[in-house]
C-alpha cells in the first residue's frame, strides 16, 4: 500500500496563477484532510471531506475550494494564487472521524507563490 | 485562547535526559487526545493515542488529566533520534470529531 500520496512535491507559483494539487489515498478511509502549516503556525485545517461527493470548510478556507468526486482522491485547487499562500501542504485521511482514530498524512507539497 | 496550547520550546536536555510536555485544551466536551511526532520538513505521524488511564510505550508514556484540562507526554532516557517536533492533537466529541493540532513543541536531545 502506498498510503496518501501528493502530487505534486513542489511547486513554484506567480501570482494569480491557478494550480490543483493532488491528494490520494488507497487504504479505502472516509475521511479526508487538508492542511497548511507555516512556521510557528502548527497545522491548520483548510477543507475536510467526510465522503465521497462532501465537502466541508475548516479553520482557513478562503482562497481555496477542494472537490472529492472519488472516495480515494481529494483536490485542493488555488484559482489564484497569492504570496500569503506560500505554505507546505499537507493531506491526510483516517478511516472514519470517531475516538481515537489515526490520521495518516501525505509527505507534503511545498508550494511558493512569487 | 487558543482551542490547544503547547509550549513552542524548543526543550534541549542531552542524551539520557526525562523530559515532559504538557498540552492544554480548552474544550471540555473533548473525546480523543493523540500525541504525533514530525521530524523536520516530513510529515506527521502517530506517536501514541492517550487513554484516560494513561498509557506507556516503551520509553513514552502519555497522560491525561480531565480535571485540568491537559495531557502530557513524558520520555524517558532521550536519544538524539527523538530530536523532533510533538504535535498535540485534540477531537472533541459529536458531531464530526475533526481533530485539532496545537503548534507543536520543539525537542532537540544533544549528546
Known amino acids: 500500500n502506498a498510503g496518501v500520496t501528493q502530487t505534486p512535491k513542489f511547486r513554484v507559483l506567480k501570482t494569480g496563477q491557478s494550480m490543483t494539487l493532488l491528494c490520494a489515498q488507497d487504504?479505502?478511509?472516509?475521511?479526508m484532510y487538508w492542511y497548511r502549516q507555516d512556521p510557528g503556525m502548527g497545522l491548520r485545517l483548510i477543507h475536510y471531506?467526510?465522503?465521497?461527493?462532501?465537502?466541508a470548510k475548516g479553520e482557513v478556507p478562503d482562497g481555496y475550494n477542494v472537490s472529492r468526486l472519488k472516495k480515494q482522491n481529494f483536490l485542493l485547487g488555488l484559482e489564484s494564487a497569492a504570496p500569503s499562500q506560500t505554505s507546505v501542504y499537507f493531506c491526510?485521511?483516517?478511516?472514519?472521524?470517531?475516538?481515537?482514530?489515526?490520521?495518516?498524512f501525505g509527505p507534503g507539497t511545498r508550494l511558493t507563490v512569487l | 485562547r487558543k482551542e490547544v496550547e503547547q509550549d513552542p520550546g524548543p526543550f534541549n536536555v542531552p542524551e539520557g535526559a526525562t523530559v515532559a510536555f504538557n498540552c492544554t485544551y480548552s474544550?471540555?466536551?473533548?473525546?480523543?487526545f493523540f500525541w504525533y511526532r514530525q521530524d523536520c520538513r516530513k510529515e506527521p505521524k502517530l506517536l501514541m493515542s492517550?487513554?484516560?488511564s494513561g498509557n506507556e510505550d516503551g520509553r513514552f508514556t502519555a497522560q491525561l488529566n480531565r480535571a485540568s484540562q491537559y495531557i502530557s507526554l513524558l520520555i524517558r532516557d532521550s536519544k538524539l533520534s527523538d530530536s523532533a517536533t510533538y504535535l498535540c492533537?485534540?477531537?472533541?466529541?459529536?458531531?464530526?470529531?475533526?481533530?485539532?493540532f496545537g503548534r507543536g513543541t520543539s525537542l532537540i536531545v544533544h549528546p
Open positions: 491526510a485521511s483516517s478511516k472514519l472521524a470517531s475516538s481515537y482514530n489515526e490520521q495518516f
Open positions: 487504504m479505502n478511509h472516509e475521511y
Open positions: 471531506s467526510v465522503g465521497e461527493g462532501t465537502t
Open positions: 474544550n471540555s466536551a473533548s473525546q480523543s
Open positions: 492517550v487513554y484516560s
Open positions: 492533537v485534540v477531537s472533541a466529541s459529536g458531531g464530526s470529531y475533526i481533530p485539532t
